[in-house]
């Protein structure tokens, strides 16, 4: 039990923000957090934490905060009845808003969504959730949307990250989460990240790389333009858009054709390798020679063998981020890794294996309780698969979707085609959002309800290695969790008997009864008893550090290849044909990712004046060699749309006719110039690679 009022105390925790989940410190006074530092102990955090961890706390008792619900005039207005009833219980908050108690704002929202509900039916309502959140509330936000509104639509910000990892993972082991705690990188004789800025989105992992690298020479970085990381490799490959499967299928090539695979392995822990072995050598992508065509990277046809064989007769581990998921091809490109481990033995042991480094603090989590369309908790099957995001956009449009409950999730800004999605909004009878600030999709909300952050409540979160932290408050909030909320609604709903829950304990009992395979035996007493070193799921009478050790999660307990050739295309399509590199403003190939100092839409973060002041606009990295031909300001624009005026800088980073740009401030509207092109297998948007032109401004 804490003491929020009073002397300086300290209060163990874990961080907010992303999913490498480092265990924290915060020294708390008069229900302030003063501070936040890293346990020197932390299994995780190993005494450090980065900028974000260390000051990203102002958000908590930020004066921006939602404390009081705010439903729309307009809304009012076009449902007269609903006025009517409440309006003794309705008083003015601004020219736009009226406010109420949480109360009223449930009951409001509930009648309007019994009233969408009777009148369209279940499954024209929807459910978006973010990751930032406790998997109580992510259980309770499915359970709310597939059992009270009866609808199976439901999805989570994994749509835009990490689904194709799960995908491309599930298919071919069985499992779609990390195979081993970070701490095995110390165990590990060689290291490839590929499609991951580690330093800047998950900086205490990139710690333990980085230790590495400077004392064992084993690391080889493969990314588009040349991150921090790259630096102390060994094998520092910068490769060309859109290549990741290509460069994948070529190390499997390399590493068949010389036959430095583990014949024991193979035999005995997968299937399928022979015909998988054909395919490969008889690929013309996949051998090596292929790339000495691609004028300006040559050197890979060297590169690439060099670390295909170095990963292969060695205990390796492949780290992997949005790099390889944001892509037409990211799920096959999650596979072609698989196969690399599959083959040469490198999973299933310690210092060895397979680590996706997944985005939000909670992401792991939100998926482990079925906030996805096609997966209820614990990965089963739900009863009726729901529509993916993209999809539910669509029928946005259709007029199939009338009503949508956001919970976290920015999706007019972070997810792509936003004038597509805007449009799609504006057709909705009713949007409700649950939320710590006024972020661009709130502001356009009919309801917007404040909830209680990461640091006010009680909850457990699973971080990128299958670790679980039930994390205590720091500070005492009047606000409500989110899946009180929730389980306010439901009531409201009529569906009281299945929302029974009083306290978040009783929604985690809960969910261990129905996904057994991971929680059964994670009851909150023993994760509070084993805080310091964390439990790993699948919880037992034990848990599990490292995954798949006698055999693989797949039914026959088999691993699987499922070869997919490389199509040829965009980037590199150009440069076989001569058309890439001319002084033309169009045809620049742009890819986004994340900076250090913020966290997604920067929602909380920038509420801490020098993370905000470190980055407090996106600016556009281009090749000091397209210095002269358009300026420091520029316009992007694609098929789909313009993003607003940005800054540019030049930099040695990014090859020619490639760009770099972050997409933390919704004011700069970057993922309009994305459109619907996403993963072919799971609609992950292809934000790591769109073409599109140049409009310099101010130059007339
Ligand atoms: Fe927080 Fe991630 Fe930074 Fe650790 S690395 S302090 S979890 S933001």
């Given at each position: 039990?804490?003491?929020?009022?009073?002397?300086k105390?300290?209060?163990?925790s874990?961080?907010?923000?992303?999913?490498?989940?480092c265990?924290?410190?915060?020294?708390?006074?008069?229900?302030?957090i003063?501070k936040?530092?890293?346990q020197?102990?932390?299994?995780?955090?190993q005494g450090?934490?980065?900028i974000?961890?260390?000051?990203?706390?102002?958000?908590v008792?930020?004066?921006?905060?939602?404390?009081?619900?705010?439903?729309k005039k307009?809304?009012?207005?076009?449902?007269?009845?609903?006025?009517?009833?409440y309006?003794?219980?309705?008083?003015?908050f601004?020219a736009?808003?009226m406010?109420?108690?949480?109360?009223?704002?449930t009951?409001?929202?509930?009648e309007?969504?019994?009233e969408v509900?009777?009148t369209?039916?279940?499954d024209?309502?929807?459910?978006?959730?973010?990751a930032?959140?406790?998997?109580e509330?992510a259980?309770?936000?499915q359970?709310f949307?597939r059992?009270?509104?009866?609808?199976?639509?439901v999805?989570?910000?994994a749509?835009?990250?990490?689904?194709?990892?799960?995908?491309g993972m599930?298919?071919?082991?069985?499992?779609?989460?990390?195979?081993?705690?970070?701490n095995?990188?110390?165990?590990?004789e060689?290291m490839?990240?590929?499609g991951?800025?580690t330093m800047?989105?998950h900086?205490?992992?990139?710690?333990r790389?980085?230790d590495m690298?400077?004392?064992?020479?084993?690391l080889?970085?493969i990314?588009?333009?040349?991150t921090?990381l790259?630096?102390?490799?060994?094998?520092?490959?910068i490769?060309p858009?859109?290549?990741n499967?290509?460069?994948?299928?070529?190390?499997?090539h390399?590493?068949?054709?010389?036959e430095l695979?583990?014949?024991?392995?193979?035999a005995?822990r997968?299937?399928?390798?022979d015909?998988?072995?054909?395919?490969?050598?008889?690929?013309?992508?996949a051998?090596?020679k292929?790339?000495?065509?691609i004028e300006?990277?040559?050197?890979l046809?060297?590169m690439?063998?060099?670390?295909?064989?170095e990963?292969a007769?060695k205990?390796?581990?492949?780290?992997?981020?949005?790099?390889?998921?944001?892509?037409l091809?990211?799920?096959?490109?999650?596979?072609a890794i698989?196969h690399?481990?599959?083959?040469?033995g490198?999973?299933g042991?310690?210092?060895?294996?397979?680590?996706?480094?997944?985005?939000?603090?909670?992401?792991?989590?939100a998926?482990?309780?079925?906030?996805?369309?096609?997966?209820?908790?614990d990965?089963?099957?739900?009863?009726?698969?729901g529509?993916?995001?993209p999809?539910?956009v669509?029928?946005?449009?259709d007029g199939?979707?009338?009503?949508?409950?956001?919970?976290g999730?920015d999706?007019?800004?972070?997810h792509p085609?936003?004038?597509?999605?805007?449009k799609?909004?504006?057709?909705l009878e009713?949007l409700?959002?649950q939320e710590?600030?006024?972020t661009?999709?709130a502001?356009?909300?009919?309801?917007?309800?404040g909830?209680?952050?990461?640091?006010?409540?009680?909850?457990v979160?699973?971080?990128?290695?299958?670790?679980?932290?039930?994390?205590?408050?720091?500070?005492?909030?009047?606000?409500?969790d989110?899946?009180?909320?929730?389980?306010?609604m439901?009531?409201?709903?009529?569906?009281?008997?299945?929302?029974?829950?009083k306290?978040?304990?009783?929604?985690?009992?809960?969910?261990?009864?129905v996904?057994?395979?991971?929680f059964s035996?994670?009851?909150?007493?023993?994760l509070e008893?084993?805080r310091?070193?964390?439990?790993q799921?699948?919880?037992?009478?034990e848990?599990?550090?490292?995954?798949h050790l006698?055999?693989?999660?797949?039914?026959?307990?088999?691993?699987?290849?499922?070869?997919?050739?490389y199509?040829?295309?965009?980037?590199v399509?150009s440069?076989?044909?001569?058309?890439?590199?001319?002084?033309?403003?169009?045809?620049?190939?742009?890819?986004?990712?994340?900076?250090?100092?913020?966290?997604?839409?920067?929602?909380?973060?920038?509420?801490?004046?020098s993370l905000y002041?470190k980055?407090?606009?996106d600016v556009?990295?281009?090749?000091?060699?397209?210095?002269?031909?358009?300026?420091?300001?520029?316009?992007?624009?694609?098929?789909?749309g313009e993003?607003e005026?940005?800054?540019?800088?030049?930099t040695?980073?990014v090859?020619?006719?490639?760009?770099?740009?972050?997409?933390?401030?919704?004011k700069?509207?970057i993922?309009?110039?994305f459109?619907?092109?996403?993963?072919?297998?799971i609609?992950?948007a292809r934000?790591?690679?769109?073409?599109v032109d140049?409009?310099?401004v101010?130059d007339?």
């Open positions: 039990t804490k003491k929020f009022d009073g002397e105390q300290d209060i163990e874990v961080c907010t923000y992303c999913g490498v989940g265990d924290i410190t915060a020294q708390v006074e008069n229900n302030k003063v936040i530092y890293a020197k102990d932390g299994v995780v955090s450090k934490l980065c974000k961890g260390k000051y990203g706390y102002d958000f008792d930020s004066k921006n905060r939602i404390r009081e619900p705010r439903i307009s809304f009012l207005e076009k449902n007269p009845t609903l006025a009517q009833k309006a003794g219980k309705l008083s003015e601004s736009e808003y406010t109420c108690d949480v109360d009223t704002a009951s409001i929202a509930a309007k969504l019994q509900k009777e369209f039916g279940g024209s309502f929807c459910a978006i959730g973010g930032r959140t406790s998997c509330s259980y309770s936000f359970k949307c059992e009270t509104m009866e609808s199976p639509h999805d989570n910000c749509r835009v990250c990490h689904s194709p990892s799960l995908k599930r298919t071919t082991i069985g499992e779609g989460a990390a195979t081993n705690p970070y095995d990188i110390y165990e590990t060689f490839v990240v590929i991951s800025n800047e989105a900086p205490i992992i990139a710690n790389i980085i690298a400077r004392t064992h020479n084993n080889a970085v990314d588009v333009r040349e921090k790259a630096k102390l490799a060994k094998h520092n490959c490769i858009y859109e290549t499967l290509l460069v994948l299928n070529m190390m499997a390399v590493i068949i054709n010389e695979y583990d014949e024991s392995f193979i005995n997968t299937k399928g390798f015909e998988f072995k054909e395919k490969i050598l008889n690929d013309p992508y051998n090596p292929f790339m000495e065509k300006g990277y040559e050197y046809a060297k690439i063998p060099n670390i295909a064989r990963y007769v205990k390796s581990m492949i780290f992997w981020g949005l790099g390889i998921t944001e892509h091809d990211g799920s096959y490109a999650v596979m698989t690399l481990a599959l083959m040469t490198n999973v042991k310690t210092g060895a294996g397979l680590m996706p480094l997944r985005g939000q603090n909670n992401v792991q989590g998926c482990d309780m079925g906030c996805l369309p096609y997966f209820a908790p990965y089963q099957q739900p009863k009726v698969e529509l993916m995001t999809q539910l669509d029928a946005m449009l199939k979707i009338k009503a949508l409950l956001n919970m999730e999706i007019t800004h972070i085609n936003l004038n597509k999605i805007d799609a909004i504006e057709q009713f409700m959002v710590l600030f006024m661009d999709i502001q356009r909300a009919d309801i917007v309800i909830v209680r952050s990461a640091y006010e409540k009680t909850g979160y699973v971080n990128a290695m299958r670790r679980l932290h039930l994390s205590q408050p720091l500070v005492k909030s009047d606000l409500p989110d899946w009180e909320v929730l389980t306010e439901a009531k409201k709903l009529g569906d009281g008997e299945n929302f029974d829950f306290t978040s304990e009783d929604v985690w009992n809960e969910v261990r009864k996904a057994p395979r991971r035996g994670a009851d909150y007493y023993r008893r084993h310091k070193r964390g439990m799921w699948p919880i037992y009478h848990d599990t550090p490292v995954l006698l055999d693989f999660r797949t039914e026959d307990g088999l691993g699987k290849y499922v070869y997919k050739q199509q040829l295309r965009g980037m399509q440069i076989l044909e001569k058309t890439f590199f001319d002084d033309s403003l169009n045809g620049f190939y742009l890819t986004t990712g994340r900076t250090l100092a913020h966290y997604n839409n920067a929602a909380q973060t920038k509420q801490t004046e002041s980055h407090s606009e556009v990295l281009a090749s000091v060699e397209d210095e002269g031909k358009f300026g420091d300001k520029i316009i992007l624009k694609s098929e789909y993003s005026a940005l800054t540019v800088k030049y040695d980073k090859k020619p006719k490639t760009l770099f740009c972050t997409f933390h401030h919704a700069s509207r993922n309009a110039v459109g619907d092109e996403s993963d072919e297998l609609l992950t934000f790591k690679s769109v073409k140049i409009l310099p101010g007339e």
